[in-house]
């Protein structure tokens, strides 16, 4: 009668186990980490979706940071201003 419960109980925990590793996707990442060539692949992919993504952000942050920059030119603040201006012009001459 001992044994049936603990072998329900060991049942039931095993149940429980078999459904976390699921979840995980634990066996998807260990054939992942099987075969070399695929993890490659996909970590350069990753790379390179990050790095255009990198460098799509910036050019759009720093757009508008010239365009804030351009716009405060505009109210004419005197020290301020000339200060924004030369900077707009360095920017403008090395595009």
């Known amino acids: 009668m001992a044994d049936d419960k603990t072998y329900e109980k ?5 149940d429980e186990l078999s459904l976390n590793i699921e979840r995980l996707n634990l066996a998807e990442y260990v054939e992942l980490l099987r075969n070399p060539k695929r993890l490659l692949y996909l970590n350069f992919i990753g790379g390179i979706a990050r790095g255009f993504g990198t460098a799509v952000g910036f050019t759009l942050l720093g757009a508008l940071v010239i365009y804030i920059l351009q716009r405060i030119v505009i109210l004419r603040l ?7 201006a030369d900077i707009i012009k360095i920017v403008q001459k090395q595009l």
């Open 10 to 14: 060991l049942s039931q925990k095993i």
């Open 78 to 84: 005197p020290i301020i201003g000339t200060f924004i």
